[in-house]
């Protein structure tokens, strides 16, 4: 698959995620430290609506990346955003355009792929993240699980996973010689982002 088609598994499975949960389930915890699952969903919208005005050239301006309320029905909200994203990059060319992701770098634009391939990441783990809320699975192929640990080999360490609301934290130690199947692939994807592969809710959420 390349990397449009990538993305749009990961998106996929993080709306299949989002749509489970209930009206009890908003305010659960999440491995995103002090983001409850209502929060973070809304972050993952705000991010596909950002990312598909980035891939508009419209993505230099911090307003089409603010985090929005998700009212009533906030899996609602994040299909319809989903949407957007996955119609955005099904564009024809939209490969060979150029996106502003202020978020990343103010002075910079990336390769459409390059920044299609932070989109795929981030959707990858927060479907993860969702899923981990809700004491689910997630359900990635494993050409998509594959696809991913390369990727999350390259993001950068450094100061930048220390700041507060940072995308990935500090890599966390895993056992290397655990790749060989796509559970034990998916484990090196989080651990090198930063997510504990064991991570649950905190007893009696």
């Not at 980035?54 to 309320?69: D, F, K, N, Q, Y």
């Not at 955003?81 to 060319?93: H, R, S």
């Not at 993860?128 to 699980?145: E, H, K, N, Q, Y």
Request: hydrophobic share 45%; aromatic share 8%; charged share 25%.
């Amino acid at each position: 698959m390349d990397i449009v088609q990538l993305d749009r598994a990961a998106v996929l499975e993080s709306v299949r995620i989002v749509e489970s949960a209930g009206p009890a389930d908003w305010d659960r915890p999440t491995p995103c430290s002090r983001w409850t699952l209502r929060r973070l969903v809304e972050h993952m919208g705000a991010q596909h609506l950002g990312f598909a005005a980035a891939s508009r050239g419209e993505g230099a301006g911090a307003a089409v990346w603010e985090t929005r309320p998700a009212g009533d029905d906030p899996a609602a909200r994040y299909r319809e955003a989903a949407d957007a994203v996955l119609e955005a990059f099904a564009e024809p060319g939209v490969l060979e355009r150029r996106f502003a992701l202020p978020e990343i770098d103010a002075a910079a634009t990336f390769a459409a792929a390059t920044a299609i391939g932070f989109h795929f990441i981030d959707y990858l783990v927060h479907s993860w993240d969702a899923a981990a809320s809700l004491g689910m699975r997630t359900a990635f192929p494993p050409d998509v699980v594959e696809a991913a640990l390369p990727i999350a080999l390259r993001v950068p360490g450094g100061e930048r996973r220390e700041r507060p609301g940072a995308a990935f934290r500090p890599a966390l130690p895993c056992d290397e010689g655990a790749e060989g199947d796509r559970a034990d692939t998916f484990r090196l994807v989080l651990s090198a982002l930063g997510r504990s592969p064991d991570w649950s809710p905190p007893h009696g959420s």
